[in-house]
């Protein structure tokens, strides 16, 4: 069965750096989101992306985060000058289209931690 | 207000008891939603779908409440498999993203 997937597992910065969080989507599906889940905490919408921009974004992404589709298979979420509020899980996912009945499959995620 | 609520529990129950949660929702707007499930430090998985009549997947049943802005899960038969937090989600027509809840932790015991 097909999976997104996204690397790496775990990222440790420092405070200030730049961070970049890939993933590869399901290669038939063409809108792709970034969730995050602070621990403890419920998971959040950051940003949907189709047809190489930004369908919609919440207030969590900020002009400190960056998304983009560098070729025709990863899916990049860049965060620049990390806090330590950034800690969290940041999920991938992707589906066929954007219509909500369609499932939106998630990967693995990436652990980051701002120290 | 938040969305999407939900009883956080946990729900304690012993292997073949069944266990229904609720969850409530505050955008009116919403036109589609799902039960999600998260194992601890995994990523949320797709359960099923709940449709405005109601379906069933197995021992699971979930329920759409429009009037009440509700949305409920049944778990038959409880398995210790279905130890997990279940995330009530839901998304707008037109609006990409989905809108999750906090989710509610069943643990079921052998």
């Known amino acids: 069965e097909p999976e997104v997937t996204q690397t790496p597992s775990h990222q440790v910065t420092q405070m200030g750096q730049e961070v970049i969080l890939r993933c590869v989507p399901i290669?038939?599906?063409?809108?792709f989101y970034w969730y995050r889940q602070i621990l403890g905490q419920k998971v959040e919408f950051l940003v949907s992306f189709y047809n190489n921009e930004i369908s919609e974004k919440s207030e969590i992404f900020d002009d400190q985060f960056s998304v983009e589709r560098p070729d025709g298979s990863n899916f990049t979420l860049k965060i620049r000058s990390t806090k330590l509020e950034d800690s969290a899980m940041y999920f991938c996912a992707s589906s066929v289209d954007g219509d909500l009945t369609e499932t939106q499959y998630f990967g693995p995620g990436t652990r980051l931690l701002v120290l | 207000r938040k969305e999407v609520e939900q009883d956080p529990g946990p729900f304690n129950v012993p292997e073949g008891a069944t266990v229904a949660f609720n969850c409530t929702y505050s955008?009116?707007?919403?036109?589609?939603f799902f039960w999600y499930r998260q194992d601890c430090r995994k990523e949320p998985k797709l359960l099923m779908s709940?449709?405005?009549s109601g379906n069933e997947d197995g021992r699971f049943t979930a329920q759409l409440n429009r009037a009440s802005q509700y949305i409920s899960l049944l778990i038959r038969d409880s398995k210790l498999s279905d130890s997990a937090t279940y995330l009530c989600?839901?998304?707008?027509?037109?609006?990409?993203?989905?809108?999750f809840g906090a989710g509610t932790t069943v643990t079921v015991r052998a």
């Open positions: 709940v449709y405005s």
């Open positions: 989600v839901g998304g707008a027509f037109n609006d990409y993203k989905l809108s």
């Open positions: 290669s038939n599906h063409l809108y």
């Open positions: 955008n009116s707007a919403s036109q589609s």
